[in-house]
Structure formats: C-alpha cells, structure tokens
C-alpha cells in the first residue's frame, strides 16, 4: 500500500471514530479529498482505493487534472470563483462550495439557465470577518441565501467555512451549524486536516481533507 493510500485509509478511520464518538453513524460524515496541487502520483492511489469526491481550489487546474479522469467521480470546487470563471464552473463542477456575493450567484444563475446543469452550491460564510478571505459576513448570511433562493432562482444545499488560522476553530463550526439550522439547511462542508475531528463534533456532514491524506503539497 501505497503512503497515500495508507493516509487515506486512516483518515476514513478517523472520521469513523469521531463520529461514533459524538452519537453520530459515520456514514453521515463524507470526505472531501482535497487533491488541489497534489502530484498525480499521490492522487492516483487514492482513488485506486475508492475515494470518489475530490476538492479542486483553481477551474483550470481541476480541468487539467480532470479531464478525461472525471468519469463516475464527484467534483468539488472549494476555492474562490471569479465571475468570469463561472461559465467554466458550471460545466466542469458538480458542486460549487465558495458562493459569496450577488454577482456571483446572478452569474451561476444565468449560466445554469444557459448549459442546462445545475451543479449544488453551498454558500461560504467568513465566520472570523477575516478581511482578506472570501465569504459572506455571519450577520449577512441569513438575507444573502434569501436572496440567492428569492432573486436568482438558486437551491442553496448547505454552507461551507473556514476558521481563521490560531483560533479555536469549535466556535466557528457552532456558528456555522447555527446559522445553517435557522435558514433549513442541512448540509455543514466545515473543516481540515488539522481540525475535522473538531468539526465533526459540532455536525460536519462533510470534511475537506488534503495534506492528512496526500501528505504536504510541494
């Protein structure tokens, strides 16, 4: 077995163990695998192993690393779109994770309504009111996903965060839960390598994992 795969069979096990450990089936929890900057050396055996959902951060990295490879597979954007780029996104993506303003959400809308496709999106919330990451304020979310369901047509499947860097990252999960329980949405992309276990406890229903499984990008 390849170190890879081995990483990667035992993240699986930690996402076992700490979803049985807070009461939870860990069938309720899937892994993101974050495949973004991997050489396909360390992608392959992964994949080979029966991971299906991989992360992507960049559209044209993920088309290059991707295309002809996607067939059967789930692809997740969870980096920052540009609105030029949502064409491109829409054709290539089955999820989108990083929806964050209204321009971006009319230019899903219009192109969704133009290819036919309807990849899920998730709203990312900046739960620190970091200045420099991209996300939507906690106290804008709530009229931010009216706004995306009300004005431009759009099925928001859940909500996607990440902690600031040095902090606890527990209070932002919870903030995270929170603001999706009250806007009826079941589905928490919330956190890492570092933190999932944490995220987990307060109800991830999916975890973005890249350096514990393919090892520290290059």
Known sequence: MTAS??????????????????????????????????????????????????????????????????????????????????????????VIETLDRQKLARALSEEMARQGRSPRIYVQVNTGEEPQKAGVAPAEADAFIAACRRDFGLTVEGLMCIPPLGEPPGPHFARLAKIAARNGLSELSMGMSGDFETAIAFGATRVRVGSAVFGERP
Do not use: H
């Open 5 to 94: 795969a081995q990483a990667y069979a035992d993240v699986v096990a930690r996402i076992a163990r700490a979803a049985q450990a807070c009461g939870r089936d860990p069938a309720s929890v899937a892994l993101t695998a974050v495949s973004k900057e991997q050489p396909w050396e360390a992608v392959e055996p992964v994949l080979a192993a029966g991971q299906r959902v991989f992360g992507e951060n960049r559209v044209q990295d993920a088309m290059a690393r991707w295309k002809g490879r996607a067939g059967g597979l789930e692809l997740r954007l969870i980096g920052p779109l540009q609105s030029n780029k949502a064409s491109e996104a829409v054709a290539f993506f089955d």
